[in-house]
Nanobody, 128 residues
Framework: QVQLAESGGGLVQPGGSLRLSCAASGFTFSNYWLYWVRQAPGKGLEWVSGIEPAGSSTYYADSVKGRFTISRDNAKNTLYLQMNSLKPEDTALYYC?????????????????????WGQGTQVTVSS
């Protein structure tokens, strides 16, 4: 059974940093593209970042480029999202997700599917 569990969210002041983690189990982690998606209060889903199976290629939404870094540790079956220079507009529930197919890359909001495997989410609140 595929399981994804996010952690690391919290309350942070503007300009601060947080590191989200996503612990995975139930599948061959190193075979899959993975991605982060977020949902702000009252808004739709927004794709944030994606990473290819070996971790050497990474992709970002324009809204987070230069501030967020996605990475993965295939030995630990863990996905990360380092978030720096946080802004109030980054406030959202953050989810890690795994596409249903190991060959499918999710690199935009329009490619996000609720049929993919998702974690339960971790809340990030940026406020002074």
């Amino acid at each position: 059974q595929v399981q994804l569990a996010e952690s690391g969210g919290g309350l942070v002041q503007p300009g601060g940093s947080l590191r989200l983690s996503c612990a995975a189990s139930g599948f061959t982690f190193s075979n899959y593209w993975l991605y982060w998606v977020r949902q702000a209060p009252g808004k739709g889903l927004e794709w944030v970042s994606g990473i290819e199976p070996a971790g050497s290629s990474t992709y970002y939404a324009d809204s987070v480029k230069g501030r967020f870094t996605i990475s993965r540790d295939n030995a630990k079956n863990t996905l990360y999202l380092q978030m720096n220079s946080l802004k109030p507009e980054d406030t959202a529930l953050y989810y890690c997700a795994r596409p249903r197919s190991s060959h499918r890359a999710v690199l935009s909001t329009t490619s996000v599917s609720t049929s993919d495997n998702w974690g339960q989410g971790t809340q990030v609140t940026v406020s002074s």
